[in-house]
């Protein structure tokens, strides 16, 4: 069972990345997969530093380091520094950029339209189902690494951190 678990998996990656491959394609986009990746990293994760958004986007450093820049430009991300520590800084996604993310996967169902428009009920049910059980093991499979509670100079936490079981914030308070 479990090698049919596998070739089944194996093939749910193969279809999936197909799948985006095409939508990508009939979409006409001009942004690369990195990009709208690096955004959904974001969006999910949370403020993260350089080095893990390179990881989580699987790109190198040097390239995260391009990619945040251009996010920037557009302003679909943002760099919040660390106000304890100068050489620190994470990239939070912005609002312009949840707006981007939203349109361009609107504009990526919208291409595979024509693709799936024959479906009957019992398929688009069976997809509905696929969808769930995908969601469930995924949500919460991907968390930033917990980094300890950091106070900015208005006396709120850097966004991305959080106090860790057993100790306090500045306020006193144990988390």
Request: charge should be negative.
């Amino acid at each position: 069972m479990s090698s049919d678990l596998s070739a089944l998996l194996g093939d749910l990656i193969t279809v999936n990345n197909r799948l985006t491959r095409v939508a990508a394609h009939a979409a006409h986009g001009t942004e690369s997969p990195a990009t709208w990746r690096t955004l959904s990293v974001l969006r999910q994760l949370g403020p993260i530093r350089l080095g893990e958004l390179a990881a989580r986007s699987r790109v190198s450093q040097p390239t995260a380091t391009k990619l945040v820049t251009h996010l920037a430009d557009r302003g679909w991300a943002e760099r919040l520094a660390d106000p304890l520590d100068a050489r620190v800084a994470s990239t939070v996604i912005t609002p312009a950029g949840v707006a981007a993310l939203d349109a361009w996967r609107s504009e990526l169902a919208e291409a595979l339209l024509p693709m799936f428009s024959g479906l009957t009920d019992a398929e688009i049910e069976t997809l509905e189902e696929a969808i769930g059980i995908l969601r469930a093991r995924l949500d919460g499979s991907e968390t930033p690494a917990v980094r300890p509670a950091v106070q900015t100079a208005s006396g709120g936490t850097l966004p991305g951190t959080r106090a860790l079981p057993g100790t306090s914030t500045a306020a006193g308070v144990s988390a």
